[in-house]
């Protein structure tokens, strides 16, 4: 496989799992039950601040990339562009489903149910492939990576403890917390550490076999 495919196939893991990551937020708002630590804590200071979800998420972004690299946590190109693209993902699916009402609010528990699993599954399996594209985490995960390699845990229980803090930080400030929340913030880790495990990039010897065969 040459170095420009092997490039290729790491933007699209890399941006692909972003925007799944992103569009999973969208669901986790519409069910009406909490939405995840993160986005919790973010929507918490947009009501202190005029800013965008998206907007206050690369910022917050901003500052995590700063305290990881105090503490030697080296930033890749990956890390600055999850900081800003998510951010964008996020305010552009909010934006379209104002618009077109994609996802319609829930009206009733069982959707309510399956928006929240849906919105936890594509979260952690979003998570799972950006950091599979190689290009390096984003500012939250490249801390949560960092403090994995310092403390020997495996990074899904290093993610299930920072959204679990981040949970009570986010209902300080008045973010929405509900069921969703904790159900996202106790089993996300897991299914982003089953996706690392399981959808990766192509190895090279079956990419020369594809190549070949073509």
Do not use: C
């Amino acid at each position: 496989m040459s170095k420009d495919n092997s490039l290729i196939i790491k933007l699209l893991f890399f941006f692909s799992g972003i925007y799944i990551l992103a569009l999973g937020k969208i669901f986790l708002i519409e069910s009406g039950f909490g939405v995840d630590p993160w986005t919790m804590f973010h929507m918490g200071i947009s009501n202190y601040i005029p800013f965008t979800v998206g907007q206050i998420t690369q910022g917050v972004g901003a500052i995590m990339l700063l305290i990881g690299w105090a503490l030697s946590i080296k930033p890749s190109i990956g890390t600055f562009l999850n900081m800003y693209f998510f951010g964008y993902f996020l305010d552009l699916n909010i934006a379209l489903n104002a618009a077109f009402n994609l996802v319609k609010p829930s009206k009733s528990l069982i959707v309510s149910i399956l928006y929240l699993f849906i919105g936890i599954i594509t979260s952690g399996v979003g998570y799972g492939i950006y950091l599979n594209g190689k290009l390096g985490a984003g500012p939250r995960d490249s801390f949560m990576l960092g403090v994995s390699r310092v403390t020997g845990k495996n990074p899904g229980t290093i993610k299930t403890f920072m959204e679990s803090t981040v949970v009570v930080i986010g209902w300080l400030l008045g973010g929405p917390l509900g069921l969703g929340t904790l159900a996202y913030a106790l089993s996300v880790g897991t299914i982003m550490q089953w996706t690392l495990n399981h959808i990766k990039l192509p190895q090279r010897a079956t990419m020369r076999t594809i190549s070949e065969s073509k």
